[in-house]
């Protein structure tokens, strides 16, 4: 089946039982036993929901896993994978993921024992020169998180590999739709399902996938221990989403395309963050590990310039944290989404305070770049 098609016959994409072409909203938290034990594959709702299980098959059969697993968040996901490891074990991590990550990292998994060193993934001597005999995983995003970076995800993970560490990579900037990790070697692939495999901006979901009938055991044992489910009205609004992730996400990229050149040159603009730009350091492996360059784009206005003055401007590009919706969003990382990183550790991964994020969107090209020029014409 192709990817296309995947997303609205893929998983289970109706009901057995009535025809219904969508699968129902199972709201139940227990099912009936025939006899004790005896019962048609469903207990109790955290271990299992037949709306759930219908977005976890999905997942997998979108990336290529053996089995699908979804959360109540990307965050409830990345913490289900991490309870994997303990106290002592060690993962190499990327420099510029979400900052959310950034937190569970420092403020709780390190006080649970895990250790952590943290690299540019986007350099393989660099991940190389990081492990060490209690290395346990490597967590990584490509595109990254604010600044768009490329890690070849093919050769970290071939390098990984031979230690018996596990290559677990944060999908959700490039979606399946143009990037599938677990084609390229990884073990675990990790989604916030809120960006845009949802894509409407109306549901709050996480979404992990494995090669590793291990590692599925692992995380099905995890996911009903700690209990961070998805609800099934929520499993159903992300099935709903993804039927049009295809169309969505080529549009994403091509208004996305479109404002890179206009953003290119623009004399107010010190630098433009895009995979698809011939200058981009990492142009040559996102050409070769993706399928498209997506909908995300930063750039830096020209030192000095107002971030926050250029947003607050603007009035059809909606001023929020988030990204991967059919709207436009807008942000400042070093004030929002990365404002829980420290001013050092940010300058080093090289956030600065005029860097602005742009979630691209699905309207109308001539009204976003009229927008953009609203906001310029405030600076
Ligand atoms: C939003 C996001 C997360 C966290 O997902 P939530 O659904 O908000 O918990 C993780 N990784 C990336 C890249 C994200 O953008």
């Known amino acids: 089946m192709k990817k296309q098609t995947t997303y609205i016959h893929g998983g289970i994409s109706h009901d057995e039982a009535t025809g219904s072409v969508n699968v129902p909203i199972h709201h139940t938290t227990t099912y009936k036993q025939d006899k004790v034990g005896v019962h048609k594959g469903y207990e109790y709702s955290r271990t299992g929901n037949p709306t759930r299980a219908a977005l976890e098959q999905l997942i997998a059969d979108m990336e290529g896993g053996v089995r699908g697993f979804a959360f109540a968040s990307g965050s409830a996901g990345t913490h289900t994978i991490f309870s994997l490891f303990s106290k002592g074990d060690h993962v190499i991590v990327g420099d510029d993921v979400y900052g959310g990550t950034y937190r569970l990292i420092n403020k709780v998994l390190k006080r649970l024992g895990l250790t952590f060193t943290v690299v540019d993934t986007s350099v393989a001597n660099d991940v190389k020169k990081a492990i060490r005999p209690e290395t346990k995983a490597l967590f990584l995003e490509t595109p990254t998180n604010p600044l768009l970076k490329i890690t070849d995800i093919k050769t970290v993970a071939a390098l990984v590999k031979e230690r018996e560490i596990l290559t677990i990579v944060d999908n959700t900037f490039a979606t399946p739709h143009h990037q599938q990790p677990l084609h390229l070697g990884a073990d675990i692939v990790l989604h916030s399902a809120s960006k845009y495999l949802g894509g409407h901006s109306d549901v709050v979901a996480g979404l992990v996938t494995t090669t590793s009938e291990t590692v599925a055991d692992d995380l099905a044992?995890?996911?009903?221990?700690i209990g961070?489910?998805?609800?099934?009205?929520?499993?159903?609004?992300?099935?709903?989403?993804?039927?049009?992730?295809?169309?969505?996400?080529?549009?994403?990229?091509?208004?996305a395309k479109q404002i890179v050149d206009y953003l290119v040159n623009h004399e107010l603009i010190e630098k433009v963050y895009y995979p698809g730009l011939i200058d981009h350091p990492g142009h040559e492996i996102a050409k070769e590990q993706m399928t498209g360059f997506g909908g995300m784009v930063s750039f830096e206005l020209k030192e000095g310039l107002s971030g926050k003055a250029f947003v607050e401007s603007l009035e059809l590009i909606t001023l929020a944290e988030s990204l991967g919706a059919v709207e436009s969003l807008i942000e400042i990382p070093a004030l929002m989404t990365h404002g829980s990183i420290?001013?050092?550790?940010?300058?080093?991964?090289?956030?600065k305070d005029e860097l602005v994020r742009l979630s691209v969107g699905i309207e109308d090209i001539d009204d976003l770049i009229e927008d953009l020029n609203r906001g310029f014409d405030q600076l």
């Open 228 to 255: 961070g489910v998805l609800g099934p009205m929520d499993s159903w609004l992300v099935q709903r989403g993804i039927k049009t992730l295809g169309i969505r996400m080529d549009a994403h990229e091509r208004n």
């Open 342 to 351: 420290t001013p050092e550790d940010r300058l080093k991964t090289g956030i």
């Open 221 to 225: 044992f995890l996911q009903n221990a």
